[in-house]
């Protein structure tokens, strides 16, 4: 690969540079990805300019959702070589951590009705909150269902 290539000079050019090379042995090349052969792969998933970096085999845990499925490739850029979302980055923050750890947090902080905006779009039931959140969100969602009747 080329990009494996690329690094490696800079690579030796910082060992040689910063300690005598007798201390320090050259970092062993990389494998390279031919021989590694990876079935998973990394991408890259940009929320209004912020970065996140998953493994495909992450999100496809759950396949029923917008970032399990298909359906992401139509958030997909070519140019970039990235998913974009114009969505709220701090809450895609939860909920990437749901693919990655199975359970679902509730940011106490944040709007009820944007979490449940944002759970929405992506495919996601607020059923799969934790044990540890669950209690907040349902007591949230009652308040919230209050004070729109009192409207
Ligand atoms: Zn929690």
């Known amino acids: 690969m080329a990009s494996v290539a690329a690094w490696l000079p800079f690579a030796r050019a910082a060992a040689i540079g910063w300690v005598p090379i007798a201390n320090k042995p050259l970092?062993?090349?990389p494998v390279t990805k031919e021989h590694r052969k990876r079935e998973d792969e990394k991408f890259v998933i940009n929320v209004s300019g912020r970065k996140f970096e998953t493994w495909r085999n992450?999100?496809?845990k759950y396949?029923?959702?917008l970032l399990?499925?298909?359906?992401?490739?139509?958030?997909?850029?070519?140019?970039?070589?990235?998913?974009f979302f114009d969505?709220?980055?701090d809450i895609f923050r939860h909920i990437l951590n749901y693919y990655r750890t199975g359970k679902l947090h509730y940011p106490?902080?944040?709007c009820l009705m944007s979490y449940d905006e944002e759970l929405a779009f992506f495919g996601i039931i607020p059923d799969v909150i934790g044990d540890c959140c669950y209690e907040d969100y349902r007591d949230r969602k009652r308040e919230n269902a209050e004070r729109l009747m009192d409207d």
């Open 87 to 89: 969505r709220d980055p």
């Open 68 to 83: 399990g499925s298909n359906e992401r490739e139509f958030f997909y850029d070519e140019d970039f070589k990235e998913y």
């Open 58 to 60: 992450t999100v496809e």
């Open 63 to 65: 396949p029923d959702t």
């Open 108 to 110: 106490k902080h944040e």
């Open 27 to 29: 970092p062993a090349p």
